[in-house]
């Protein structure tokens, strides 16, 4: 059986948004997102909660 890779905390998680926030490194999609303004954050969210739904789904 193939081993998962580490879940991260959701707070070691807000901590990596928060610094991808304040130093906007190029190519990041959370720089993306977040330059999308609530619209584009509000898209991803969706789309990523679709995609939790299927795996739970299918699993």
């Known amino acids: 059986m ?5 879940v991260k905390t959701f ?5 990596e948004l928060r610094e991808r926030a ?3 490194p190029a190519g990041s999609g959370t720089v993306a997102a ?3 303004g609530v619209h ?3 898209k991803k969210i ?3 909660a ?4 299927l795996a739970a789904e299918h699993e």
Do not use: H, Q
């Open 2 to 6: 193939k081993e998962s890779p580490p």
């Open 11 to 15: 707070d070691a998680l807000f901590a």
């Open 22 to 24: 304040r130093t906007r």
């Open 34 to 36: 977040l330059d999308g």
């Open 40 to 42: 584009g954050i509000g």
């Open 46 to 48: 969706l789309e990523e």
């Open 50 to 53: 679709g995609e939790v739904w």
